[in-house]
């Protein structure tokens, strides 16, 4: 806090000493000070003229006239005479108090006399060295705001990441591997003519280790590494943005061969000329500069530059040619080998129980990115050690899993006796009507305890992973949706605001075969509407329609016959097993949660018979100890029998 105060006001403090300093010298106007001789200041006293005198052990002897505007006067008297001068001229009126005196004094020494300057400018040198370390430290202010603010991490032995600490990234790992070798022996291709890639940008999903790969690929080459972020380069003062491009440029060229990394790109590589009036010529600027660098005039032997974004589609197309960014590696989502190597990565401190199988756990996890899995590794670490345990559980994972998604359980919630049956038809009837459709993915849990804001949900857990989906599956969808507000009609009689997400999902997937993926047996296939929405105005306004007002009427159409295609399946659906319904329903009041093997045997009607089956059984068993026991004691009745 210290530290920011001298920040803002050191040019201030700075500024009003300097008009001290002024003023004390030349603010004031010089004093006339008359130099007389010893006759000269004898003749004032007699005449009694004289206000107050000084005289040094030096001989000087200082004094002014009597009066305001009374006129100082010095004079030198010999040492011999300075006692008698005072006993014969100055004795009488000092004892009668009609003149000062000041008494024969020792000198100050010569150094209080500047000691008023020096402290002076000691101040302002101690000011001013404040004002220039904060003005060129800590990311750079007032005198370097052209300065790069990237950062330089020469990564160590013991803490530098390599390609061994990535997982889940085979392929592009492969495709950077040649990177790595460019930098550690650059001869190797130069001789032979190849140009390395001046540029190599990562584009996917946030979270799947787009980061963390770069910082692998400085490890394993052993380079300087330089980290800026995209908007560390737009400043609000013209021109400072093109000038940190040139600096941080400048500073690579010096540590050759090395990496720039600039995260979140699209910050400042936006496309040009885009948005309502024009773009934004500071930023534009700074792209122009960055362009420039990367391929113009100057060699950059050794700088290879690498980005991230998740926002490629917005970037402006000179930047994507080649001899700029001349490789895309696309990272995305891991599969459920690769999720399997990085829950072995993140779960390589942490002590596991023996019921934890991380290859069951990435078939769970379908959809999850590296930073998801890590984040549910922590958290059921944390829950664990909140629990007492002292090894994680495979129970605090699965906790852990629904947390991340759907937030903590709220076991507290006060809920009515209505409402919570509202919530347990409206998720069996999604459960159910999932369970009716072919091809649909299993039910995995479905809970009425209250989770983020949903009053409850159903947990699906798909058996695959899918790079497509089919118009199958995608109507199945739609019917497992709508689930839950056929429910509530067919059951109570009633609808409510639950199923808003519901509906609200359920329509934008019809909408979109109709208009995107041209599934609409009526309109054939087409897609309808712009991709190339403009990013920079707005959806509403750089929305295109390529179709016309009657086309717009046959979609809405289309649509809603989709959807109520739908709504007739699962409302015949719902009514075939209206007992498995009600069982599910009655199960989720009882036990507010249930997992996929209960909710299966529920569907299937084998919980009434499996408990049929324990009821023989303990009754078997009650009968057989019964005649156990009559038998012990006749035989100890008759003992004789025995032998």
């Known amino acids: 806090m210290l530290r920011n105060f001298f920040k803002n006001i050191s040019i201030y403090l700075i500024v009003i000493i300097g008009i001290m300093f002024l003023l004390r010298i030349w603010g004031k106007e010089p004093e006339k000070i008359a130099e007389i001789n010893v006759t000269e200041v004898v003749q004032l006293i007699q005449e009694d003229k004289v206000s107050s005198i000084y005289i040094e052990n030096t001989g000087k002897l200082t004094g002014q006239e009597r009066g305001a505007k009374g006129t100082k006067f ?10 008698s001068f005072y006993d014969e001229y100055l004795k009488e009126k000092v004892d009668n108090k009609e003149i000062d005196f000041g008494g024969i004094a020792t000198s100050e020494p010569w150094i209080w006399n500047i000691l008023p300057t020096v402290l002076t400018l000691l101040v302002i040198g101690v000011f001013w060295f404040v004002f220039m370390q904060q003005s060129q430290g800590g990311g750079g202010k007032v005198m ?14 013991d803490s530098k990441i390599t390609f061994e600490q990535v997982a889940g990234l085979k392929e592009e790992k492969e495709e950077l591997a040649e990177i790595v070798d460019f930098l550690r022996s650059p001869k190797k291709y130069i001789t032979i003519g190849a140009r390395i890639p001046t540029g190599v ?77 024009g773009g934004h010529d500071e930023r534009e600027q700074t792209l122009n500069q960055l362009l420039v660098e990367m391929d113009g005039f100057s060699e950059n032997e050794g700088v290879i530059v690498m980005a991230a974004t998740n926002r490629v589609d917005i ?54 990115t590296p930073a998801d899995l890590e984040n549910l590794v922590n958290e059921a670490a944390i829950l664990s050690a909140r629990h007492g345990f002292k090894k994680i559980p495979m129970e605090m994972i699965a906790e852990a899993e629904i947390k991340v998604q759907a937030g903590p359980a709220k076991k507290s919630a006060i809920i009515s006796d209505d409402e919570k049956k509202l919530t347990a038809y409206h998720e069996a009837g999604h459960a159910i009507a999932s369970r009716g459709s072919d091809n ?41 949706l709508l689930g839950g507000r056929i429910a509530e009609d067919l059951i109570l009689g009633d609808i409510s605001t639950g199923a808003s997400n519901d509906l609200e999902r359920a329509s934008k ?93 529920l569907f299937l009607n084998e919980a009434v018979e499996e408990s049929k089956e324990v009821e023989e059984t303990e009754t078997e068993v009650k009968e057989n100890t019964i005649e156990e026991v009559l038998e012990t004691e006749e035989s100890n009745e008759n003992p004789e029998n025995e032998n």
Do not use: W
């Open 144 to 157: 370097s705001f052209g300065k790069s603010r990237a950062k330089k991490h020469q990564e160590r032995e």
């Open 440 to 480: 649909s993915d299993p039910v995995h849990m479905i809970t009425i305890v209250p989770r983020g804001m949903a009053g409850g949900f159903t947990a699906y857990l798909p058996e695959n992973d899918r790079s497509y989906t089919t118009r199958g599956q995608m109507k199945n969808k739609l019917v497992s």
């Open 74 to 83: 010095v004079a030198q008297l010999p040492a011999e005479f300075r006692q």
């Open 315 to 368: 970037l402006d197309p000179a930047i994507r040619r080649p001899g700029r960014f001349d490789r895309t590696v696309y990272v995305g989502l891991p599969d459920v080998k690769g999720r399997e190597e990085i829950l072995k990565v993140h779960t390589k401190n942490k002590p596991l129980d023996e019921d934890v199988v991380l290859k069951n756990i990435a078939k769970r996890t379908v959809g999850f």
């Open 509 to 601: 997937i019809a909408r979109s075969m109709v208009m995107t993926y041209g599934m609409s047996e009526k309109l054939g296939s087409v897609t309808y509407g712009d991709d190339d929405d403009e990013v920079f105005v707005g959806n509403s306004i750089g929305k295109s329609r390529n179709y016309s007002e009657d086309v717009a009427a046959e979609i809405d159409k289309e649509v809603r016959a989709i959807i109520d295609e739908a709504y007739n399946r699962c409302e015949d659906t719902l009514k075939n097993n209206m007992d498995a319904l009600h069982r599910v329903a009655e199960a989720l009041l009882e036990k507010e949660t249930i997992d996929g093997t209960e909710f299966e045997r």
């Open 201 to 277: 940008l990562m584009v996917g999903p946030p979270g799947t280790g787009k980061t963390y790969l770069s910082r692998a690929v400085a490890g394993e080459a052993g380079v300087p590494f330089f980290t800026i972020s995209g908007s560390d380069f737009v400043e609000m003062f013209v021109g400072v943005g093109a000038s940190r491009v040139r600096d941080l440029f400048e500073e690579a060229k010096k540590n050759a061969p090395c990496i720039i990394f600039i995260d979140e790109i699209d910050a400042v590589a936006r496309r040009r000329g885009a948005g309502l009036g």
